[in-house]
């Protein structure tokens, strides 16, 4: 895969996923920093002009830094929730076609420190350089399972004892009524048409954010946001004080 920009490079030179790099002639400082990290990595670098990097990255501003990539290799469910270091907390795509909120997705999982994505393998936003920079580069940390029907996957988590949460703006129960500190997936549909009836269905639980303002609803990557750092602070608040006396 090709991604661009210096925080995707930067952060796929950190993950071990990058295996070339291209860069602008320039004094530039943090491109500076893509060349020594990728000297320290072994990974090799070579000059490009601008009209090159661009056809490299199809357009995208790749800020004069492009790299290849190498496959991470696949990910499954069982991966995703047998990896988690306590409660697995994931997030299921229903649909999400748009690479830059999938990128912005991916972004907030890396931030809250949730396990993973499980995604369609149809009728998904792919993971692109475009998804890549939406992400700031978080798309190397994330783990994204790809799967055939997203109803079915819904159904093995269930039995692999995780609750699957639906945001839906209809739903009565607001998301903050929902005990996050057991495992749980959130299920994010797509903007507009929101989640398929079978995948609404097969949810244990539908919840909505409330809508305070004039607009009624929330772009998916933020409602991603809400959620997950509901389910962050859920589970601080329920770790045990630490038993240590703090130094006056």
């Known amino acids: 895969m090709i991604v661009y920009g210096i925080n995707p490079v930067l952060e796929a030179l950190k993950a071990g996923q990058a ?10 400082a943090r491109l500076r920093q893509v ?42 469910l069982d991966d995703l929730v047998s990896g988690a270091a306590a ?9 999400i076609e748009d690479p830059h909120n999938f990128g ?36 190397a940390h994330v783990r994204v399972a790809d799967v055939v029907n997203i109803a079915r996957a819904l159904e093995e988590l269930k039995q692999a004892n995780v609750w699957t949460v639906g945001l839906t703006g209809d739903a009565d129960r607001t998301y903050d009524r929902v005990d996050y500190t057991q495992p749980t997936a959130f299920v994010l549909g797509a903007e507009g048409d929101g989640l398929r009836r079978l995948v609404r269905e097969t949810c244990d639980w539908l919840v909505s954010i409330p809508m305070l303002g004039h607009v009624n609803s929330l ?14 602070r859920q589970r601080a608040a329920a770790r045990p004080p630490s038993s240590q006396t703090p130094s006056p």
């Open 219 to 232: 772009n998916v990557s933020v409602a991603a946001g809400v959620v997950l750092y509901e389910a962050v």
């Open 19 to 28: 295996t070339a790099v291209w860069t602008a002639p320039g004094p530039h």
């Open 104 to 139: 912005a997705i991916l972004r907030t999982v890396d931030a809250t420190g949730a396990d993973g994505v499980v995604r369609q393998s149809r009728r998904s936003a792919p993971l692109s350089g475009a998804t890549a920079k939406a992400s700031a580069g978080a798309a």
């Open 35 to 76: 060349i020594e990290l990728a000297q320290r990595k072994g990974v090799a670098v070579r000059a490009r002009d601008a009209h090159a990097l661009d056809r490299l990255a199809e357009g995208g501003v790749h800020q004069g830094v492009v790299a290849e990539t190498r496959d991470a290799g696949p990910v499954t």
């Open 87 to 95: 409660a697995p907390l994931l997030v299921v795509l229903d649909g």
